[in-house]
């Protein structure tokens, strides 16, 4: 307990840093800042693989799988490369719902801020349940292994004209029957009062639908990781440092999604192998180096082929 209790801590420690120090104005994230904090939680998740080597060297840790500490390391590398990766759709669906809403770039970060927290949360409780699920009845497995190549087959073969509309979702007309909508921003406020009537701003709506959506994709991506770990600190971490890097990663790649078309065939790719996984689990049994080899590759080659296009076009 001391381990989780810590490891929370330590991330609403920054997170009360980031806020109150490190962005109490809100500004406009350049790509500059953005990529240095990315590079800086890239380098913290790998980092922590340290960390978590040496937890599984010790007894602070219930460790029911008996898994090696080595295995534990590589266990956590993959599934944050698995949640990093499937975070670039969560990205596409950011970008279309600030703009949507027309929120200024330098109140973004707010709104992802306390999004954050909101995801944290929520994905601790899917893990919780996902984890308490595959504990209790094995067969889960298959579900969840079929449900990933489901959503593969679909990545796959829907139209691109398909695209998320905010406000003609249903998340956007319920919260308008719950609470008046503001058509103004207030700065960063969340809240507004218009004739003694309290309205929500276009931060908070956006916020709403941001956080929903997240449990959206969190469907997809929680059964992913548990492709490669059932352990419910290996599981969470990986999604932790995955969502705290999420912020900087939209920031650095917001104005550059376009360029990165082939992308999406890499998340393909990765959900089928893992929906795969899950599904013949009782027949392969591949060394973790396999699965932390194929998503790497994956996410390389969709990055490369990506750049190779764009520079035929440009040239």
């Known amino acids: 307990m001391i381990v989780w209790i810590s490891f929370l801590t330590a991330v609403f420690i920054f997170l009360a840093l980031d806020l109150g120090v490190f962005n109490k104005t809100p500004h406009i994230i350049t790509s500059k800042e953005a990529g240095k904090w990315t ?6 998740s790998f980092m922590f693989s340290g960390i978590v080597y040496w937890l599984y060297t010790t ?8 898994l090696k500490p080595g295995t534990a390391a590589i266990k956590f590398i993959t599934g944050y490369l698995i949640e990093l990766s499937l975070s670039i759709d969560n990205i ?3 970008a279309i719902i600030f703009a949507a809403f027309k929120i200024p770039q330098k109140y973004q970060h707010r709104v992802l801020f306390w999004g ?3 995801a944290i949360v929520f994905r ?11 504990n209790k009845f094995t067969w889960m497995t298959y579900i969840f292994g079929t449900f990933l190549i489901y959503t593969a087959m679909k990545m796959l073969f829907s139209g691109e004209d398909e695209q998320f509309q905010p406000k003609k979702s ?16 207030d700065e960063e406020h969340f809240f507004v009062k218009r004739r003694h009537i309290t309205a929500a701003t276009p931060l ?9 959506m997240d449990v959206v994709f969190a469907i997809d991506s929680v059964p992913a990781i548990l492709a490669i770990t059932n352990d419910p600190f290996l599981v969470f971490s990986s999604n932790i440092f995955a969502i705290l890097g999420l912020r900087s990663m939209y920031f650095f790649l917001a104005n550059m999604l376009a360029k990165f078309s082939y992308l999406e065939y890499s998340l393909i790719a990765i959900l089928t192998f893992v929906g795969l996984k899950m599904l013949l689990h009782d027949y392969i049994k591949l060394p973790e180096w396999v699965s932390l080899a194929f998503i790497a590759v994956a996410l390389i080659t969709g990055i490369a082929v990506s750049l190779r296009k764009n520079s035929k076009e440009f040239s």
């Open 116 to 118: 954050i927290l909101g």
């Open 124 to 134: 601790g409780l899917m893990i919780f349940f996902g984890v308490m699920l595959i």
């Open 92 to 94: 596409f669906v950011i």
């Open 204 to 212: 908070f709506v956006a916020l709403v639908v941001i956080e929903v």
């Open 170 to 185: 249903f998340v956007y007309k319920t919260l308008r029957k719950i609470i008046p909508i503001s058509n103004h921003i």
């Open 39 to 44: 590079a800086i939680w890239v380098t913290l």
């Open 59 to 66: 007894d602070y840790l219930p460790n029911p799988d008996q």
